[in-house]
């Protein structure tokens, strides 16, 4: 069956255009996804893989598979357990059963319910030191035996590639199998998997190179160097060398390699010496945050809690309005430079001396939801909060007896005497109120059963008004995107996945409110200026300007759906198979690598020039209303407008006009 390798992206409308890419005979396929975070939050990856099921069990039914490891308390708490649907699983699984190693299935319980195939790699640790036997004798990789979580993915991968054995020989030539493995832990899979030339596809997908979240976290010059460093050296010398031989051979045994973004890809080039085949954007259920048009309903009913928990923080120290705050947050890994944390700050300190010379009465507070290792709650910090729900619960209380006295002096047709109104005892009561507030304590948490900020993540970023992301280390980040289906704009960077895939796909990301800092063609000086001029910028809109910019926002959603960013892994399996089973799977091998897409428009209501929307000389609106700004906008008309403005398709990947092609950039 001839493939073309061609992929269009959807339209602004959300309707999907026809796909010129043939469909798969998915009933004569079977497709496993394997994962160290399947059923097991650890990280981001758990995000990816927990979002994407819906569509890929949309397409794929029964037919699909995730394999990870098991753990007793994940599976009683997230799987139901029930049989495999196709009798040659359940063979294949029996087989290791039989040998003494536990094998587990069931349907994990998030949207689409995909069946879970769990290795129970306790089980199998008496079969450890042959497993490393055989992996040095098959590829010269040594694992040392300090390295447990080392270990452990080379059990996963034993473990899996003796099913994969086990299942390929009951199966025969059909269905094909495509096994798909993400990041280093799941490699020793697609090693052996290849090494014993199992009869099946495979891909790997690495969401972020081990040596390179190393060498950012020590500060070195990353992406200035990256055709300068010995990688074998700088990984020997952090004592994870091993972890990146398994890596850098996962990358080259497997059929078809891909990385989250383009500057993933252009690392993976160089540290694991193969340049990724096809990039695969990381996407959100944009379903699970959509609102319809009640999104600036949520962030003004969740903002008014934040507002309620700063009144309990800095009470006793409250001497701004509230309703001329915003709030600013940062979140993710406690990773101080990588996650930008540094600059962060660095422009706080300059944001805060602008507002004060330029006579700006907007005060901006800025959450850090960093989680580090911590004991408890801070004694303090829960005394703040209670103090804050007494005063509460005692204007209340007076509020009760003034509105009695009230009422009952107008019954008698009088206008009452408002000393008598509250009486000694009441003013004691709210004495007694004040005194106890001079109270300050910092969050910790977010949960909606915390004691200091009962509120969930989501809640917590509808209610603020801009993340600030300006990381140096950033394969993807998920973090601005949830930020954009859920309306509210933030700050990225061109060296975040996130930052290079808006930059691609949208003419004018600043003013659909996704805010890109340079960190790869200015100096750490030049991009904490950047940061902060965005941030200035911000404070100085009205309240309508920061409303149609939420709009804006809200309407890129789509973009990061994975309704269409699927796509992209289809096409993975796609080449996949053809490059395993060729006589089967057919494409044309001089065509050029094609993932076609569109740009969002500049919109309608912006002024051409970008001097124009933002003001050379920084001033502030005093009156936060809609009378004092003049800016042309519908937001039907403007985005009516956009959709008959798209641009021509562009091809992933292509250096923005004027900014040189990096050493090892692809041109995928």
């Given amino acids: 069956m001839p493939l073309s390798r061609s992929l269009s992206m959807t339209s602004l409308s959300g309707v999907l255009p026809a796909w010129e890419e043939a469909e798969l005979p998915v009933e004569d396929l079977l497709l496993f996804e394997v994962a160290w975070e399947v059923t097991n939050k650890v990280g981001g990856i758990y995000t990816v893989i927990q979002t994407k099921a819906k569509i890929t069990v949309d397409e794929w039914g029964e037919n699909y598979y995730m ?18 649907p196709n009798p040659a699983i359940r063979k294949a699984m029996d087989a290791l059963i039989h040998n003494g190693c536990q094998v587990h299935f069931g349907r994990w319980l998030i949207e689409g319910s995909p069946f879970v195939i769990l290795f129970d790699i306790g089980s199998a640790a008496w079969n450890l030191d042959r497993w490393k036997g055989d992996l ?25 590639t ?81 972890r990146y031989c398994l890596e850098r051979a996962a990358a080259h045994c497997a059929h078809v390699f891909t990385t989250v973004s383009q500057i993933t890809a252009v690392e993976a080039s160089h540290i694991l010496h193969r340049m990724p085949d096809v990039v695969t954007p990381n996407g959100l ?37 509230l309703e001329k705050t915003l709030f600013f947050f940062i979140a993710g890994r406690y990773e101080f430079s990588n996650k930008g944390a540094d600059i962060f700050l660095e422009s706080l300190s300059r944001l805060n001396y602008l507002l004060r010379v330029h006579r700006n009465d907007m005060t901006v507070v800025v959450f850090f939801i960093m989680p580090a290792k911590t004991n408890n709650f801070n004694v303090e910090s829960l005394k703040g909060q209670a103090v804050r729900k007494q005063l509460w619960d005692t204007a209340h209380t007076v509020k009760e007896k003034f509105g009695k006295k009230l009422y009952d002096a107008l019954l008698k047709g009088q206008i009452p005497d408002m000393n008598s109104i509250l009486d000694r005892d009441d003013f004691t009561i709210m004495k007694r109120a004040i005194y106890a507030t001079q109270i300050i304590f910092h969050p910790e948490f977010l949960s909606s059963t915390s004691p200091l900020l009962p509120m969930d993540y989501e809640d917590f970023v509808r209610g603020c008004n801009l993340g600030v992301f300006p990381s140096y280390y950033e394969p993807w980040g998920y973090t601005p995107g949830e930020c954009t289906v859920m309306g509210i704009p933030s700050v990225t960077t061109n060296l975040s996945g996130f930052g290079c895939f808006m930059e691609e796909h949208v003419s004018d990301p600043a003013a659909y409110g996704v805010y890109i800092v340079d960190r790869r063609f200015r100096s750490p000086e030049e991009s904490c200026k950047q940061l902060t001029q965005f941030m200035f910028s911000f404070c100085q809109q009205s309240l309508r300007q920061r409303i149609i910019q939420r709009n804006r926002t809200e309407r890129l959603s789509d973009l990061l759906d994975w309704k269409y960013l699927g796509r992209f892994y289809i096409h993975a399996r796609h080449l996949a198979l053809n490059r395993a089973f060729p006589d089967q799977f057919k494409t044309d091998s001089m065509a050029p690598l094609k993932t076609e897409g569109f740009r969002y428009p500049r919109p ?53 006009e004027g900014k040189k092609k990096q050493p090892g950039e692809s041109g995928n």
Wanted: aromatic share 12%; hydrophobic share 30%; glycine share 6%.
């Fill in 67 to 84: 394999m990870g490891p098991y753990f007793e308390h994940n599976f009683k708490t997230q799987v139901e357990g029930c049989e495999p």
């Fill in 136 to 160: 040095w004798d098959t590829c010269s990789i040594g694992l040392p035996y300090h390295d447990r979580e080392a270990n452990d993915s080379l059990i996963l991968g034993s473990l899996i």
């Fill in 162 to 242: 003796w099913f994969f054995k086990e299942l390929t020989d009951q199966l025969g030539d059909k269905p094909n199998v495509i096994g798909h493995f993400h990041e280093w832990q799941a490699g020793p899979g697609v090693i052996l998997s290849r090494c014993r030339k199992i009869p099946m596809a495979t891909v790997f997908t690495t969401h972020a190179t081990l040596l390179g979240r190393y060498l950012c976290a020590g500060n070195a010059d990353f992406y200035n160097n990256l055709d300068k460093f010995n990688v074998d050296k700088e990984a020997g010398e952090r004592q994870i060398y091993h």
């Fill in 285 to 321: 259920n944009v379903k699970k945050f959509s609102a319809m048009h009640e999104f600036q309903n949520l962030h003004s009913t969740s903002k008014a809690r934040i507002q309620e928990f700063v009144r309990g923080h800095f009470y006793g120290h409250l001497d701004f309005n």
């Fill in 604 to 656: 309608y209501s912006v002024p051409p020039s970008p001097s124009a929307s933002i003001h050379s000389t920084p001033h502030h609106s005093d009156v936060e209303d809609d009378d004092d700004d003049d800016e042309p906008y519908d937001e039907d008309e403007e985005a009516e407008r956009d959709r008959l403005n798209i641009k021509v398709p562009f091809v992933l990947g292509t250096v923005p």
